[in-house]
């Protein structure tokens, strides 16, 4: 199955005690609840093929742990019909088609037959990627991120791709790395950069931005790296076809030579591998043998935190990082990259030199901010960016005007579940304030709507508290402590 090729930077897998993170026991195709509509099918069947699948990805999982320099050069067939099967059924229901137009309820009825067919194509070479439909969403700051949104069948596709080829690079990524990786999440990388920050010796932020990571990405370096543990050329040229598909916009398809695709199912585990050996392993190799202190590294996609004990360090690290970027197609965004002084001793030394408070820093929605605890100890607070409230807040405003003449409990039951979303991301400890006040602000939008039905309103401020009370979760912290749950996590 394997062959015998090694490479410098993949051997380096170890990460310092300070940030290693254990190996995640998570499968990439979790469980699932039967589909609703779909009680004819054969569920042993469905039962049987998932323990096949989870099977065959286990001995791919094993065989990457215990050969970490070979590359794999027979994978194409455990793009199995099964794995087609449960790459279906793990896509969203409700996404939104791409240029072919179809949905996943289209694409459900003889699905059997769709299946074996598609299948058929793969393995015989005669399935054709079509371009991706270039949609765009508003950011928090106004502006437009551009998103790829495949055909179905490429979806399934990619899926099943990234199933397997995940069963081999979650055995050689690294610690510090938690972006679209099965079992870890954005908690996890927010915990990671609190616990790191409070119990080590860290004084300066680095906050680095890579200037439009996945337009960017060279596709010819791309390959090269995949082809350090895949050599399979059957799925590289699977996923060539995917690169090279295209995107299509205002009826025109462009295809470039850069780029992975925002947004389609394949394009975060390309993107973290194509950090993993730009960014990762060479920044761990940094930390061991350059660094004079103590280095945190925290990766989430392209949003990258480290932090360090001397600013002499994080200034050579930054300018080493910029070399490095620049030898693979990618820059540092000269504007929102920022090294700033924060950790615990940050405040009295910037009160010594008669400068003001520490700065602060975003990452993952959540602004960063030193601070103290009620006994009088250093303490990372988060508060959730003053942007991405206003931004989530503008978005319910419009939704609201569209559903003014709905029944109350309409209205009621949809803001409830916002809000709980909402809750269920925002709710960490030292963020209950800004609960508070995105609760009031909501509530205070549902009375405006509610006024604007009638001439003759009644609303008052008291029938609306109870009308809140009634509908909205109340703000209260949902999540632990960081340290409490990364030493769940990561017990030492």
């Not at 930390?287 to 103590?294: D, F, H, I, S, V």
Request: proline content about 4%.
């Amino acid at each position: 199955m394997m062959h015998g090729r090694g490479t410098s930077d993949a051997a380096i897998v170890a990460v310092k005690p300070t940030n290693k993170a254990e190996r995640s026991a998570a499968e990439p195709v979790e469980p699932r609840a039967a589909t609703e509509g779909n009680a004819g099918r054969n569920r042993t069947r469905r039962a049987q093929n998932r323990a096949s699948v989870s099977q065959a990805l286990d001995r791919i999982r094993q065989a990457a742990r215990q050969r970490k320099k070979e590359r794999f050069n027979a994978l194409f067939h455990h793009l199995s019909l099964a794995l087609l099967e449960e790459a279906f059924f793990d896509l969203k229901k409700n996404a939104a088609p791409g240029v072919d137009g179809l949905t996943w309820q289209d694409y459900e009825a003889d699905l059997e037959r769709k299946l074996a067919d598609l299948h058929a194509r793969v393995q015989r070479g005669a399935y054709r990627a079509l371009p991706s439909r270039r949609v765009f969403i508003p950011k928090p700051d106004g502006r437009q991120r551009p998103l790829a949104v495949a055909a179905l069948e490429d979806k399934i596709v990619q899926r099943a791709t990234a199933a397997v080829l995940n069963a081999i690079y979650e055995e050689d990524f690294l610690g510090f790395s938690y972006g679209f990786r099965p079992g870890r999440g954005a908690h996890d990388a927010l915990d990671a950069l609190v616990v790191g920050i409070t119990s080590t010796k860290v004084n300066f932020i680095l906050d680095a931005d890579i200037r439009s990571f996945f337009d960017t990405v060279s596709q010819p370096w791309l390959v090269r790296f995949l082809e350090h543990r895949i050599g399979d050329p059957r799925v590289l040229r699977l996923i060539r076809k995917w690169l090279r598909a295209g995107i299509l916009e205002d009826g025109v398809v462009t295809a470039s030579d850069q780029g992975t695709g925002q947004g389609s199912v394949i394009s975060p585990l390309l993107a973290n591998v194509y950090l993993h050996y730009v960014f990762d392993l060479w920044a761990h190799r940094w930390r061991r043998r350059e660094a004079t202190g103590n280095v945190i590294i925290v990766r989430y996609a392209d949003d990258i935190v480290v932090g360090f004990e001397h600013e002499a360090d994080a200034r050579r690290f930054l300018e080493a990082m910029r070399e490095r970027f620049e030898a693979f197609a990618l820059s540092v965004h000269p504007d929102k990259t920022r090294l700033i002084e924060f950790g615990r001793h940050a405040a009295a030394d910037r009160e010594r030199r008669g400068l003001g408070k520490p700065e602060t820093f975003d990452f993952l929605g959540f602004t960063f901010i030193c601070g103290r605890s009620r006994a009088g100890k250093f303490l990372v607070k988060r508060k959730t960016r003053r942007d991405r409230m206003r931004a989530k807040l503008q978005a319910i405003k419009q939704e609201l005007r569209q559903r003014m003449h709905q029944p109350i409990p309409d209205q009621g039951r949809w803001l409830g579940q916002v809000v709980k979303g909402y809750f269920n991301y925002h709710a960490v400890p030292t963020n209950s304030q800004a609960l508070v006040t995105f609760r009031f602000f909501v509530t205070e939008l549902w009375r405006r709507t509610l006024r604007r039905r009638s001439q003759k309103d009644s609303m008052t401020w008291t029938r609306m508290t109870r009308l809140a009370n009634d509908w909205l979760p109340k703000p209260r912290v949902l999540h632990p402590w960081p340290q409490l749950r990364f030493a769940v996590k990561h017990p030492r």
